[in-house]
């Protein structure tokens, strides 16, 4: 049998030599952006998808060692454990097959087999099997005793006794298992009464699809209507007999005339239904949910890695709008590295209808702390205050407006640290903070919110919390690690994600930085309170520090290889200060002529390339869409019209497109190229601008589906008339939206999207942070300023009024 190192890297396709190095690495406490950076001569270079993977896989079969060693000591103890059975565990390669193999032995309640054993009964199960010769009548006749009343209760007892002999045979039962999965369906129906009430499950309301072709989407779905108690989900073999003929065959029974043929004939057939197609119905539902579920996890990750690796719009001043009707909009002013300097909150829209105060209010804080950008969250009323923010935008033409996701916003409003960090702002405010900085940085405002509050996942409230969490934790892991963090500003929850830094020792670092001042070198970290020589090591490579005493404070260059710089200076003649960014001088040097024992050439030509662009951010360059203008709500929409969007979320049967009507539209995967698509995510990704034509508006339920093909025609039809010609057949299924948010986000009204047949998208809010409309190219790392919204005539009368006391005028 292979080691467990053994068969990771077979898995892998990698040598066992890098399996070992790194499972030994992750078993010393190194973090795995650690192992992927700064140990690639031990592992032979493997990336953080491998060792993410290496590591899931190493933590289930060594659960899987655990239980095998479980299930042998039990069986032991029952001394039932010979040498066949033994070979039979240690070849068990998964955990359902060593569970198959341990059925029998498992302890259990007493079941009517148990009882006919005590009865006697046993050997007259193994007479009828081996012998159908006999008439079962007359040789029940002989087990009647003081606990069997006759002939009937034996046989009955008998017959117990097989049907668990039968479904707890574990090469038998593996081989139905995997003949069902491949035969058989899940299929749903709606239950009596519940048309209306569960209308989001329509699509499912009589539905029929092979296991071995259901989507994770549908499959979860399903599960969901079927917990609401809208849908009936039933699993469902094929009609062939095999399933019970395969019984038969494995246990010599045949129907040829004789006298227990037919008895045993009948015992099979109770086995198969009552027993064994009952225990595989749980088995595969379970594996059913956790496929589903595996590629929920999978898609969720996905998508939250590129939302927090979207682009920043920098250090610059910028107003965060948190839109509201009733209550009014929430604003904020923070300042470029982030603190709040003002705030306010106006009420432009129903019922008060305070249009032009409102205006003049903006442009006030707007001029008086050199407001660069405005960020509008996305949620009720964000295309309302889009329209205001463009009225002062014609005003004042150095500010650009974009629309964010305000996803998780209230969640960080109303958290512990949120109290810590805004103390003196009331928690309606916060959430204005929040839209604001994650413009300016999305990475480092978004840590602060459970990565399940952010909203781009898929079903994620049905999904188990242990996985989730572990799978989006490793996610802003990974993140965090790539971008880095300025330890002299960054956030307590930001630190925390740092590779080697928990939640206590970020907390000390901060309070350290706060009592001390700024950090000159990373080598002072070494005098923060608990944190020793394993933390420094894993943590210093990512944590930057500007403007210190040593230039390469500023990169990703680890201190332990600061020696190997100062080798190359030599070699060079040179300081620092005239090699870093020298791209010419630094591309002329061969790295080979730099290696060691302690780093080899995969750590030197990592050195080079960092010297070459120190501190360099991996993120893209910031941009925004344009919404159209005129069109805000689902009824602007008409089929064929083509508009500008930013991609907010990717399922696995598509992308959700955010196109400026407070209703996502879904590109279903079918609409995204002329070439099959076997990933929607080889085509968009969250954050992406777009774009995409109409192909349909379904008003009542909430319905948009649309194209990136341009040049598809289009063809109306009513949503009951299947698909639309030119869109491919899913593009026209569109996707439930209910507009709903998170529930564990619980802002009102904001927009959702929803899968096919669900109706809330994924629990999740949209997630488009740092992207909207606005500017057509705003002014940041290296972008050039730009406008947002179109130029609107001139306003008049009270507005022009409020204008004119606040200072602007249409010339400023």
């Known amino acids: ?164 002999r039968f479904a707890e045979d574990a090469d038998l039962i593996g081989a139905l298992r995997e003949q069902l999965w491949n035969r058989g369906r899940l ?26 072709k259901l989507p994770s989407h549908r499959i979860l779905a399903m599960f969901r209507g079927e917990k609401e108690e809208i849908l009936s989900v039933t699993l469902e073999p094929d009609d062939s007999p095999d399933y019970e003929m395969r019984v038969a065959s494995r246990f010599g029974v045949s129907d040829q005339g004789r006298p227990a043929d037919k008895w045993l004939t009948e015992t099979v057939r109770w086995a198969w239904r009552t027993r064994i197609l009952v225990h595989l119905g749980i088995d595969l539902r379970m594996r059913l949910w956790q496929a589903a579920e595996e590629e929920a996890v999978r898609v969720f990750a996905a998508n939250l890695r590129d939302l927090l690796l979207a682009a920043p719009a920098g250090s610059r001043p910028t107003m965060g709008l948190d839109p509201g009707l009733r209550t009014g909009v929430k604003v904020a002013v923070v300042d470029a590295t982030g603190k709040v300097v003002e705030t306010a909150t106006i009420y432009p829209h129903e019922p008060r209808r305070q249009w032009a105060e409102s205006l003049a209010v903006l442009g006030a804080l707007a001029q008086r702390h050199g407001v660069e ?63 604001a900085r994650r413009l300016q940085d999305p990475l480092a405002e978004l840590v602060k919110i459970d990565p399940k509050s952010i909203g781009v996942g898929q079903y994620q409230h049905d999904l188990a919390e242990s996985k989730l969490s572990r799978s989006l934790d490793a996610v802003v892991e990974d993140c965090v690690n790539a971008v880095g963090v300025e330890v002299n500003t960054a956030s307590a929850p930001l630190l925390t994600r740092v590779s080697g830094i928990g939640s206590t020792l970020a907390e000390s670092i901060v309070r350290h930085r706060d009592a001390n001042g700024p950090f000159r070198t990373r080598s002072a970290l070494k005098s923060v309170p608990r944190l020793g020589p394993k933390a420094f090591e894993q943590c210093a490579g990512f944590l930057r ?69 120190p501190g360099r951010d991996p993120r893209p360059a910031f941009k925004t869409a344009t919404f159209k203008e005129g069109v805000e709500k689902l009824s602007d929409l008409t089929p064929g019209m083509i508009l500008e969007g930013v991609v907010t979320n990717v399922a696995a049967f598509g992308a ?64 009951s008339d299947g698909p639309r010609r030119g869109a491919g057949r899913g593009a ?79 010339d400023d």
Do not use: C, W
């Open 373 to 435: 950008l405005i960020a509008i969250g996305n949620g009720t009323a964000s295309r309302e205050t889009d329209k205001l923010a463009g009225e002062l935008v014609q005003h004042m033409p150095s500010v650009t407006k974009i629309v964010v996701s305000e996803a998780g916003a209230s969640v960080y409003s109303a958290s512990p640290y949120a109290s810590q960090e805004l103390p003196d702002l009331d928690v309606s405010l916060r959430g204005a903070v929040s839209i």
């Open 545 to 613: 520090i500007r403007g210190g005493d040593d230039p390469l404070d500023v990169s990703s260059v680890h201190p332990e290889a600061y020696p190997v710089v100062r080798r190359i200076l030599d070699a060079v003649k040179s300081d620092l200060k005239s090699l870093v960014g020298n791209s010419a001088a630094l591309r002329s040097l061969r790295p080979d002529d730099f290696t060691d024992d302690t780093f080899g050439l995969p750590t030197i030509t990592d050195i080079l390339r960092e010297l070459e662009k």
């Open 732 to 810: 026209s299924r569109g996707a439930s939206h209910q507009g709903t948010r998170p529930a564990d986000d619980g802002r009102d009204g904001g927009r959702g999207t929803g899968n096919r047949g669900d109706g809330d998208r994924s629990d999740g809010g949209r997630g488009n942070a740092g992207r909207g409309d606005g500017g057509q190219g705003a002014r940041g790392d290296g972008g050039q300023r730009g406008r947002g919204g179109q130029r609107r005539p001139a306003p008049t009368g009270a507005m022009a009024e409020a204008l004119r006391k606040a200072g602007l005028t249409g």
């Open 187 to 212: 299929v749903s129906k709606v239950r009596e009464g519940k048309e209306e009430a569960g209308a989001k499950f329509s699509d499912y309301f009589d539905f029929g699809e092979p296991f071995t």
């Open 1 to 164: 049998m292979l080691s467990i190192h053994q068969r990771i890297a077979a898995e892998l396709g990698v040598r066992d030599g890098q399996v070992q190095a790194a499972v030994d690495l992750l078993d010393g406490g190194a973090t795995v952006p650690f192992i992927a950076r700064y140990r690639k001569e031990a592992t032979g270079a493997l990336d953080d998808a491998q060792l993410r993977t290496l590591e899931e896989r190493l933590r289930y079969l060594r659960e899987l060692e655990e239980r095998r060693a479980a299930i042998l000591e039990s069986i032991e103890s029952q001394g039932k454990l010979d040498d066949e059975l033994r070979e039979q565990i240690m070849a068990a390669e998964t955990k359902a097959r060593l569970e198959d193999i341990y059925l029998p032995y498992k302890p259990k309640r007493r079941t009517k087999a148990q009882i006919a054993r005590e009865l006697g009964l046993e050997p007259l199960a193994d007479r009828l099997l081996t012998d159908p010769s006999i008439d079962p009548v007359a040789a029940a006749e002989g087990f009647v005793t003081e606990g069997v009343a006759d002939a009937s209760a034996a046989l009955e007892g008998a017959r117990a006794i097989l049907i668990e």
């Open 656 to 719: 959700f497109v955010d196109v400026g009507v407070h209703q996502d539209g879904l590109v279903h995967v079918s609409a995204m190229s002329r070439t099959y698509v076997k990933d929607p995510r080889d085509v968009v990704k969250p954050g992406d601008i777009v774009r995409v034509k109409v192909l349909d508006v379904d008003i009542p339920r909430k319905r948009i589906s649309l194209t990136l093909r341009l040049e598809d025609e289009i063809t109306t039809q009513s949503p």
